[in-house]
């Protein structure tokens, strides 16, 4: 059964259907587990960079409720509403109001986690939402997840120069190349065009991916995601920057004139990092 869950922050959150109470549920790492004491990490944890993929996890259920079957499913949800994951419908069998009836499932596809920030497990049973339960995330190879990134990268685009851009491509796939850039106010401007770096199918991207370099350690930064706005040509703020790119481009011949010739001839690409 493919019944997808669609959070509604108006919704009602019932207790109970039928009668039926969830006891406990918990969602933990399925790694570092063991069965033969029941001792567990009550967390999710990530492998790498967010987003990252989470490494296998259980979810484990405990009911009490009148004797019956029941559609089950649970899903997982982000703070932004997003559902991460949710679990296929099976058929659960429930004892009787005198017995406590324990399911245990196994997460091991990828399910990519875009923030360690608190999720939500969501139980549904038939097309309600009878229980949710705090998840926690833990990233440790994240210096993102850590607050490292985002001061780290600001940093370095104020000394760098160059940055790489990997944009992805209409026919699939994607190129990564170097490019030039103003950076301010936490937001990185680029120029594609006749005489300026050709940046393919940037203008037309929603998003981006943006690596950045420390001079100092000659080591990445991050790899950060960032979202592609095209600058009007008339905006005041392709005049601000480029009057900036202007006093940090180098070997530019036509000095002074070059922003007539962004502004006829080249698109200004505003990305913002999400971090």
């Known amino acids: 059964m493919t019944r997808p869950y669609t959070p509604d922050p108006l919704a009602r959150w019932e207790c109970c259907v039928r009668g039926v109470e969830v006891l406990s549920a918990i969602v933990y790492d399925h790694t570092t587990a063991d069965e033969r004491t029941g001792r567990v990490d009550p967390a999710v944890y990530l492998r790498g960079e967010l987003p990252a993929t989470a490494r296998p996890f259980g979810v484990e259920r405990m009911y009490r409720g009148p004797q019956g079957h029941y559609d089950e499913s649970f899903a997982i949800v982000a703070p932004d509403g997003e559902v991460v994951y949710q679990h296929p419908y099976a058929r659960i069998t429930l004892r009787g109001e005198m017995f406590e009836d324990r399911y245990r ?24 939402p009878v229980a949710r339960v ?20 600001a940093a370095t685009l104020k000394k760098s120069a160059i940055i790489w851009l990997t944009i992805p491509q209409p026919g699939g796939g994607s190129v990564t190349k170097p490019a030039w850039f103003v950076y301010q106010d936490g937001k990185v401007f680029v120029l594609t065009g006749p005489g300026e770096q050709d940046l393919t199918n940037i203008a037309q991207a929603e998003e981006v991916l943006v690596t950045t370099r420390s001079a100092e350690v000659r080591a990445q930064v991050g790899r950060i995601p960032a979202t592609v706005r095209v600058v009007d040509p008339d905006d005041e703020t392709f005049t601000r920057i480029a009057r900036l790119g202007i006093g940090t481009r180098l070997n530019m011949r036509d000095g002074e004139a070059a922003m007539d010739r962004w502004r006829t001839t080249c698109t200004m690409v505003e990305l913002t990092p999400q971090v």
């Open 134 to 153: 705090p998840v926690f995330v833990e990233a440790p190879e994240s210096a993102q997840a850590a607050g490292v990134v985002g001061d780290a990268l």
């Open 105 to 128: 499932d196994v997460v091991d596809e990828p399910v990519t986690f875009r923030s360690a920030d608190e999720h939500t497990l969501v139980i549904l049973l038939g097309e309600v």
